[in-house]
RNA sequence: CGGCGUGUAGCGCAGUUUGGUAGCGCGCUUGUUUCGGGAGCAAGAGGUCGUGGGUUCAAAUCCCGCCACGCCGACCA
């Protein structure tokens, strides 16, 4: 490729709104352009990269036997009524009519469109199990996209789909693909990836882990154990709390006047965050009749993922003033609401001398004791895991990370097979629901990934499994004939050769070229010039280490075969 | 969806408070001298100032609506 003709442009400033390195570097090696909020066009140097992701993992899917497949962008409502997820998904679910007043609904995952295609064909216990997979555009109308092709609300993705007669059939192949997943991502380059523990969402099923690119960035929050490894993402993550100390109080009111917030009522009442009970009030959606009031500790906070599961239903936080509440001073001693479902968190346990609200404007007792003057039933675990707390299994501190998801993997079950009707002929006579499993990987997060992980003050440092080009050919001072011909003649038998060469065939200066290369991360330059073609060398430059190398030009060709492995 | 902010040339920005002929840097074109780390000089091209309405002799600037983009939050297979 010609740089001349290469379309995009490298910038020297970022586009304003860029906060993160690989959108920074991205947008300005000319890597993509942002159509509209969430969506990007990916210019040939990024489609380039995209291509070499995706047959990497193209690779190692057809390993573990997946057969690809196209699924439709497409598809009719129908189909998603058959799974009831044409109703149960919110607006992310993109759906539009056509010209006959059809509904339609874009692609967001494609569990229905795999169920439909094994419809009919899939007849006997002797065809499981199978995978099959496709790399396709997704649409999901993200309420909030960011951080350039970190989340968008177009992107590519590969989604798997295997199909198994015995639950244990499916895990073993699970275990599989946990691992395949390992190899995709190191094959790319990443180095900090770790696998989590997940809520399987909208998903369903139970088992669930994802594939979690650890960086500050990152915008899921990872619980990790640095003695067993264990790791979780922190809808799903427990932990041992260290214990309250079970000493008593004498409880009694105290004018607390304007103090609300933790923050006010602790200066106020010269207390500790861990010395409150703070009350955390919800909604659920759907259901007018149903309130839930959440206490716990107020260095803690809710975990709404957890507190959904136990609920049963959509939540939203709400004030309750309606239902007599005063906010800011809710507390759990005389609480008087009548349709109220009220939980209290673990990190209440033992806590017998603490401040909360006394249910009227301006007041908090002090003193007050969960056992004495609460009396709960029970204390549920509806709160996140904090830094310092001890990991379930083994007891160490855990950590609390940040992280970019860009994998994931399910075990579905049946619930897909069960309400499309897909069933197989058992040796026994019987007739069962083909139990699934679903595998994610996010393309252009995974470049993004990459970029965000290999880059340095200069630019981008593309691992050479990926990288665009492997060669930046790099003449200097092309307005020389001598070395015109020369590069021209390189540049011709080093494409011959099958090398993959991006052509800095332009007339400007050594510095904007050199700028140029290591912005856009290629991995080996080449430089030209008239002093090292008279004595018949070359010099390469490597893009990760700076490192120089002066090389005759007859045995260049065997030294990047030696450079250029992956 | 809520809070805040921003929209002026391909990119980055000034100008808006206090209304008076549309500016700067980078990039681009031409010429020239340079040229192994984002060259110098000279001459150019490029903008209905997001959009619709209003106020005014006069609006990038003031007022109202809308749209887009961004940040924080809510949400998220």
């Known amino acids: 490729m010609r740089i001349s003709k290469l379309l995009g442009e490298r910038l020297k400033d970022a586009p304003a709104n860029a906060t993160s390195k690989s959108h920074i570097f991205l947008s300005r090696a000319g890597y993509i352009k942002q159509v509209a909020n969430g969506i990007y066009t990916f210019m040939p140097p990024a489609e380039r990269v995209s291509k070499k992701i995706q047959d990497i993992i193209r690779e190692e899917m057809d390993a573990v036997g997946g057969q690809e497949v196209l699924f439709p962008v497409v598809m009719p409502r129908e189909l998603w009524d058959l799974s009831g997820r044409y109703s149960s998904i919110g607006q992310e679910l993109v759906r539009f009519k056509d010209r006959s007043n059809h509904d339609l609904v874009l692609g967001m995952t494609h569990e229905e469109a795999a169920v439909h295609a094994a419809l009919g064909t899939i007849k006997s216990y002797e065809q499981l199990p199978f995978m099959i997979y496709q790399i396709q555009t997704k649409f999901r109308d993200e309420a909030r996209a960011r951080a350039g092709l970190i989340r968008v609300r177009e992107f590519l993705m590969k989604d798997a789909y295997s199909f198994h007669a015995t639950q244990q059939d499916l895990e073993e192949y699970y275990k599989t693909l946990y691992d395949t997943y390992f190899k995709i991502f190191h094959r790319m380059g990443l180095k900090n990836v770790i696998a989590v523990h997940s809520d399987s969402g909208m998903m369903g099923g139970k088992v669930a882990d994802e594939f979690q690119l650890l960086t500050d960035i990152g915008e899921d929050t990872i619980v990790i154990c640095p003695e067993c490894d264990s790791a979780s993402n922190i809808d799903v993550a427990t932990s041992e709390m260290p214990e309250n100390d079970h000493i008593f109080g004498v409880k009694q009111e105290v004018f607390t006047g304007e103090a609300k917030t933790i923050d006010e009522v602790c200066s106020n009442l010269n207390k500790r965050p861990n010395q409150i009970a703070k009350a955390v009030c919800y909604a659920v959606i759907g259901d007018e009749n149903r309130v839930v009031i959440a206490f716990l500790r107020g260095d803690r906070e809710v975990n709404e993922a957890k507190l959904k599961n136990l609920v049963g239903g959509e939540i939203a936080i709400k004030d309750l003033q309606d239902s007599g509440l005063v906010k800011g001073n809710i507390g759990c001693v005389d609480l008087n609401v009548p349709n109220a479902e009220i939980y209290f968190d673990r990190s209440l346990e033992g806590l017998e001398s603490f401040v909360t609200g006394a249910n009227k404007e301006g007041y908090h007792y002090q003193g007050v004791s969960i056992t004495r003057d609460v009396k709960p039933e029970k204390f549920v675990d509806i709160s996140k895991v904090a830094e310092g707390d001890r990991c379930p299994v083994c007891g160490a501190k855990l950590l609390v990370k940040n992280g970019i998801e860009i994998g994931n993997i399910f075990q579905l079950g049946t619930r897909y097979t069960q309400k499309m009707g897909l069933s197989v002929h058992m040796p026994d006579g019987s007739s069962i629901n083909p139990i699934m499993g679903c ?63 991006l052509y800095d065939d332009r007339l400007t200066s050594a510095g904007v070229k050199f700028t140029d290369s290591e912005l856009m991360g290629i991995p080996v330059r080449i430089e ?3 002093k090292t073609i008279e004595n018949g060398q070359v010099e390469i430059t490597i893009r990760q280490t700076g490192e120089k190398l002066f090389v005759k030009e007859e045995s260049l060709s065997k030294k990047l075969d030696e450079i250029i492995v992956y």
Do not use: Q
């Open 439 to 501: 595998y994610g990987i996010g393309i252009g997060r995974c470049l993004a990934s990459i970029a965000e992980e290999n880059c340095d003050e200069k630019g981008l440092v593309w691992p050479m499994s990926v990288a665009p080009w492997h060669i930046y050919l790099c003449p200097i001072r092309l307005d020389n004939p001598v070395v015109k011909e020369k590069a021209e003649w390189l540049y011709k038998k080093l494409t011959a050769e099958n090398f993959e060469v």
């Open 528 to 530: 030209k010039k008239k």
